[in-house]
């Protein structure tokens, strides 16, 4: 039973190592790997007749045995010949010698299958006797030689083509293990040949499949890996530049200067050729797409542009879908792609309400100019009025938010000095705080925030006499209180000194007090 066992071995190991390639026949979409997948599927039958092989023997069932070894030699047969056409398919032969390799291989198969056929009604392969012994005929040393002899011419068939081709170290590497297994199957084969009954070619097929897929398989299934990856990396760059070309405003495309054909282009652009998608419009000429006056227009401005050195940049009146009237500004220039060839960059803009804008722009100009001038006299203005004034508040009577201006000494001008909020709360309060006692209350009275609004709605303006104690001494202040004409939430307050024009008043009638500070 230790012959089974050995061919046990040989299943499980072929199937942990070669899973990925017996599952599914599109892991790798090369031609050599899918004769390869038939070469291992030859081997796996190969390997379960050896294993029945030594199961009948052991129970002597001579009849089964005979039917095994006759399958038994098939599979040898078929593994030989799907060997030979994966050497040549995996080093790319496509020579006479190549040709010549893969028909012998199949003539070879050919010939042990028509020889075993013939050894169930003529024993001239083998035989097995009424006591379950294997007896080997002469036919089957000629047959096992001429395999030999054939394994051996493909190994050297690969070592040849690694010297002549000049291989890099890594592809050398490949090579030898091809010429290996080759040699490894010749003399296992060999022995075979002396001894019927040891299981070496199984052995032979388990060393050299573990061979092929350590420095070979593995090899190419990672060379692989890397070429899906870049596949998907091209796939991915591919999207983006034609998510780009999609995304861009307007019509943009590029064509093979050439031919003519274009390469490719966005949803506008296939719009504008009344093309359902960007696909359709790929591969096709001007003179296919347009009218023969628009295609001739078309190709004037490429072989103008591809006679530049700078961006050709033209502008046309074009009707839309609607038949208004649009502006284009077109834009192509030259460029090579990566392959050396002289390609035309198309980008169309309707710059319609661009042209539209800046017209305007210009007619407004002198409006703004206007604008503008007109701004800086009314500002003239109020600072001439507000020149009388020591101190103005902007209040906002909704959140109580001011600004504060005061007048800058030695300059009759007005500066910010202070923003800040709760204007009737705390600002009315440090005002009154230097109001004299006897005007006190009517100041704050004047302040109050519902009675001030309650005035103004009644007149525009309020003005408010008091006295403010400067040094000890009451000076006259008006106070002025006016709301804004269009912003009725906004009042203006402007604290005035009216100390002189007043005594000078009151001194004229009569009615100046005695007491003085």
């Avoid at 700078?310 to 879908?321: S, T």
């Avoid at 007109?374 to 109580?400: C, H, P, V, W």
């Avoid at 400067?470 to 009216?498: L, N, T, W």
Wanted: with cysteine; glycine share 4%; hydrophobic share 45%.
């Amino acid at each position: 039973m230790y012959y089974s066992a050995i061919g046990l071995l040989a299943v499980l190991v072929l199937c942990i190592v070669n899973l990925d390639i017996l599952r599914d026949p599109r892991v790798y979409d090369k031609p050599a790997w899918y004769v390869y997948r038939r070469f291992l599927f030859a081997v796996l039958v190969y390997y379960v007749t050896d294993i029945l092989w030594g199961i009948l023997d052991y129970k002597k069932l001579s009849g089964a045995l005979f039917v095994d070894t006759t399958v038994y030699f098939i599979a040898m047969a078929a593994g030989l010949t799907f060997w030979a056409e994966y050497t040549v398919a995996y080093l790319h032969e496509n020579s006479r010698f190549g040709r010549f390799l893969v028909h012998t291989g199949r003539i070879l198969a050919g010939l042990i299958l028509a020889v075993t056929i013939v050894n169930i009604f003529t024993p001239v392969l083998f035989t097995v006797d009424s006591e379950c012994t294997y007896i080997a005929l002469p036919v089957r040393y000629v047959l096992l030689v001429s395999q030999i002899v054939f394994l051996l011419i493909i190994s050297l068939h690969a070592l040849s083509s690694m010297i002549s081709s000049g291989a890099d170290s890594e592809n050398r590497v490949r090579f030898r293990i091809l010429a290996s297994f080759g040699m490894i199957m010749a003399c296992c084969l060999f022995v075979q040949l002396l001894f019927p009954l040891l299981p070496v070619y199984s052995i032979a097929y388990m060393l050299g499949t573990c061979l092929l897929h350590s420095f070979v398989a593995n090899d190419e299934k990672e060379e692989y890996k890397r070429g899906m990856e870049e596949a998907e990396k091209i796939s991915e760059l591919k999207d983006r530049f034609f998510s780009l070309l999609d995304n861009m405003p307007g019509m943009t495309f590029t064509k093979d200067a050439e031919t003519g054909k274009y390469l490719a282009c966005n949803k506008a652009f296939a719009d504008y050729a009344h093309k359902s998608s960007t696909d359709l419009v790929i591969g096709l000429t001007d003179a296919q797409i347009f009218d023969a006056q628009t295609a001739e227009y078309f190709v004037e401005t490429d072989k103008l542009a591809l006679s530049m050195s700078k961006p050709y940049i033209y502008y046309e009146d074009v009707p839309d879908a609607l038949g208004n009237p649009r502006q284009l500004q077109t834009t192509k220039l030259k460029y090579k792609d990566t392959q050396g060839r002289y390609c035309v960059l198309g980008m169309c803009q309707d710059i319609t309400d661009l042209v539209s804008i800046r017209h305007e722009q210009a007619m407004t100009k002198e409006a703004y100019e206007k604008a503008v001038s007109t701004g800086l006299m009314y500002n003239r203005i109020a600072q001439t009025l507000a020149r009388d004034y020591e101190k103005i508040f902007y209040i906002d009577t909704d959140s109580e938010e001011f600004r504060e201006y005061v007048k800058r000494e030695g300059d009759s001008t007005l500066s910010e000095v202070r923003h800040g909020w709760h204007f009737f709360s705390d600002c009315k309060a440090e005002l009154s705080e230097d109001v004299c006692p006897d005007d006190r209350d009517a100041f704050l009275t004047a302040l109050n925030r519902k009675k001030l609004m309650k005035e103004l709605s009644l007149r525009q303006t309020f003005t408010f006499t008091y006295r403010r104690l400067i040094q000890d001494r009451p000076v006259y202040f008006s106070m002025k209180i006016s709301r804004m004409a269009k912003d009725e939430h906004f009042i203006v307050i402007g604290f005035m000194d009216i100390d002189q024009l007043t005594r000078e008043a009151k001194a004229r009638s009569g009615k100046l007090s005695d007491t003085q500070a």
